[in-house]
């Protein structure tokens, strides 16, 4: 799959959990062309995107087992665990859930399953840097160039998962403490 791509024409992501992230995250999804599924336990917001972006709703117990490109926890950690994982139809995981993996090891598991795994803590760092901005009152511009690379983070990590044939997760914790090492160092 082109990590490059610029539009998701004929790409079908299944997005579980649709509420105040995922509703959107469908909305931009289907901008770009993406095919849609969702599931949610709140039935009006998998009613709308039904009706605002033709996504196929599915039960949010079932989702992660529907075939698409790319799965999104968009809702409770742990949606990779040790059934789940068995049960995974999909080449990429990138969600904001927190904790998407229950342990470490599922990291590897879908590393050796040929799954590319987007690291949660990576992919949802924009609110964090967003959240920084509005307390430390800094320039739009700023804010947004920071935002924008987590793209060149998360294909910086894959490159490396890549390269040393280790999963994306021990990739983003050897990145992160290297960061925090130095600036433990700097201080």
Same mark, same amino acid.
């Given at each position: 799959?082109?990590?490059?791509?610029? +539009? *998701?024409?004929?790409?079908?992501?299944?997005?579980?959990?649709?509420?105040?992230?995922? $509703? @959107?995250?469908?909305?931009?999804?289907?901008?770009?062309?993406?095919?849609?599924?969702?599931?949610?336990?709140?039935?009006? #917001?998998? =009613?709308?995107?039904?009706?605002?972006?033709?996504?196929?709703?599915?039960?949010?117990?079932?989702? $992660? &087992?529907?075939?698409?490109?790319?799965?999104? @926890?968009? #809702?409770?950690? #742990? /949606?990779?665990? =040790?059934?789940?994982?068995?049960? *995974? +139809?999909?080449? %990429? %995981?990138?969600?904001?859930? +927190? +904790?998407?993996? &229950?342990?470490?090891?599922?990291?590897?598991?879908?590393?050796?399953?040929?799954?590319?795994?987007?690291?949660?803590?990576?992919? !949802?760092?924009?609110?964090?840097?967003?959240?920084?901005?509005?307390?430390?009152? !800094?320039?739009?511009?700023?804010?947004? !160039?920071? /935002?924008?690379? /987590?793209?060149?983070?998360?294909?910086?990590?894959?490159?490396?998962?890549?390269?040393?044939?280790? @999963?994306? !997760?021990?990739?983003?914790?050897? /990145?992160?403490?290297?960061?925090?090492?130095?600036?433990?160092?700097?201080?």
């Amino acid at each position: 799959m082109d990590l490059e791509k610029d +539009n *998701l024409k004929d790409l079908t992501v299944a997005i579980q959990g649709v509420g105040h992230v995922g $509703h @959107p995250l469908a909305a931009e999804l289907h901008k770009l062309g993406a095919k849609l599924i969702v599931a949610d336990t709140n039935k009006e #917001a998998t =009613d709308s995107c039904m009706q605002k972006f033709n996504a196929k709703v599915v039960d949010a117990n079932e989702i $992660h &087992k529907e075939k698409c490109d790319i799965f999104s @926890p968009c #809702a409770l950690g #742990a /949606i990779i665990n =040790d059934e789940t994982i068995k049960e *995974l +139809n999909c080449k %990429i %995981i990138a969600g904001s859930a +927190n +904790n998407q993996l &229950k342990k470490s090891i599922h990291g590897e598991i879908l590393h050796k399953n040929g799954i590319l795994y987007a690291t949660d803590y990576v992919i !949802n760092s924009g609110g964090l840097i967003f959240a920084e901005s509005l307390y430390n009152k !800094n320039n739009n511009a700023e804010v947004f !160039n920071k /935002i924008k690379n /987590i793209k060149s983070s998360l294909l910086n990590i894959f490159a490396e998962s890549e390269k040393q044939n280790l @999963p994306t !997760n021990l990739i983003a914790n050897q /990145i992160a403490e290297k960061k925090l090492r130095d600036h433990g160092n700097q201080i």
